[in-house]
T-cell receptor, first 113, second 114 residues
Framework: AQSVTQLDSQVPVFEEAPVELRCNYS??????LFWYVQYPNQGLQLLLK??????LVESINGFEAEFNKSQTSFHLRKPSVHISDTAEYFC???????????FGTGTRLQVFP | ETGVTQSPTHLIKTRGQQVTLRCSSQ?????VSWYQQALGQGPQFIFQ???????GRGNFPPRFSGLQFPNYSSELNVNALELDDSALYLC?????????????FGQGTRLTVV
């Protein structure tokens, strides 16, 4: 069975500071990895994904995540955050055979001016 | 191209009642999944439909059931509602039933059971 652990339930940070949101997963099979963002009262939006190839993946709004197989991690980073990045961030895995997404419990990123 | 739309956006039901939530998939998507997101939690997979057949189910009791129609829209039905069923219900569609393709989520239906 797969599982996802997001160790930080909340991450407060000042605007323009760097941030890292941690994600570790457990799986006995190869997986795909995803980061989703959820703004208040909205559904989930895909931020970035790792399927194969380069272990560093980037989004269009400055976030990046690195797949580390040995540490079973997929941490999300951004070198300089904006107020508008305030949201809930979910890490998720799906294995190569099924489609279902297994989500972590989420990390609330709060950016202060 | 229209996105995934869900209706209603909010709903209040009494314990023991039945509820039907609806989802219109994004154009061209033939796979629909439903998730339950309790307050402060990550979404939990309920089940998935591909071409009108259920092809995956999470750890939810049989009173959670669904349908997918020929136009790939979908319904989630919950019978004998319990207080713990209060949650945000999310529908997601994808263009095929193969892992790794992006799932597009609707804005969800907020169900409150009193």
């Amino acid at each position: 069975a797969q599982s996802v652990t997001q160790l930080d339930s909340q991450v407060p940070v000042f605007e323009e500071a760097p941030v890292e949101l941690r994600c570790n997963y457990s799986s006995s099979v190869s997986v795909y990895l995803f980061w989703y963002v959820q703004y208040p009262n909205q559904g989930l939006q895909l931020l970035l994904k790792y399927l194969s190839g380069s272990t560093l993946v980037e989004s269009i709004n400055g976030f990046e995540a690195e797949f580390n197989k040995s540490q079973t991690s997929f941490h999300l980073r951004k070198p300089s955050v904006h107020i508008s990045d305030t949201a809930e961030y979910f890490c998720a895995v799906s294995d190569l055979r099924t489609d279902k997404l297994i989500f972590g419990t989420g990390t609330r990123l709060q950016v202060f001016p | 191209e229209t996105g995934v739309t869900q209706s209603p956006t909010h709903l209040i039901k009494t314990r023991g009642q039945q509820v039907t939530l609806r989802c219109s998939s994004q154009s061209g998507h033939n796979t629909v999944s439903w998730y339950q997101q309790a307050l402060g939690q990550g979404p939990q997979f309920i089940f998935q439909y591909y071409r009108e057949e259920e092809n995956g189910r999470g750890n939810f009791p049989p009173r959670f059931s669904g349908l997918q129609f020929p136009n790939y829209s979908s319904e989630l039905n919950v019978n004998a509602l319990e207080l713990d069923d209060s949650a945000l219900y999310l529908c997601a569609s994808r263009p095929q039933d193969r892992g790794g393709t992006e799932a597009f989520f609707g804005q969800g239906t907020r169900l409150t059971v009193v």
